[in-house]
């Protein structure tokens, strides 16, 4: 886009300065905030339940349930399996 800035009008070109600039401020924290979000501790609350919380809930669901077909405890497990598909 600078390659054509000497079409712009000069208020557009003050524009595009100061975009460049915020670019250029921002460009170096994209690397940082896309490695803090693929971080394992980025969804606190999502891992405590796929780890923690899902896992209790299926011991007790099989517990009262027993090993049926389609129990609460086999819908956890595929709401599982696609919270895992997205952390």
């Not at 905030?33 to 999502?46: E, H, M, T």
């Not at 007790?60 to 129990?71: A, C, M, Q, Y």
Request: include cysteine; glycine fraction near 6%.
């Amino acid at each position: 886009m600078t390659s054509q800035a000497q079409l712009l009008i000069p208020s557009q070109q003050g524009s595009l300065a100061k975009i460049g600039k915020a670019h250029s401020i921002i460009q170096p924290l994209y690397e940082k905030i896309f490695s803090l979000r693929d971080s394992p501790g980025w969804n606190v609350p999502a891992d405590i339940l796929a780890t923690e919380a899902a896992p209790c809930a299926l011991r007790v669901l099989d517990l009262i349930e027993g090993p049926k077909g389609d129990t609460a405890a086999h819908r956890i497990q595929a709401d599982l399996s696609r919270l895992a598909l997205v952390l």
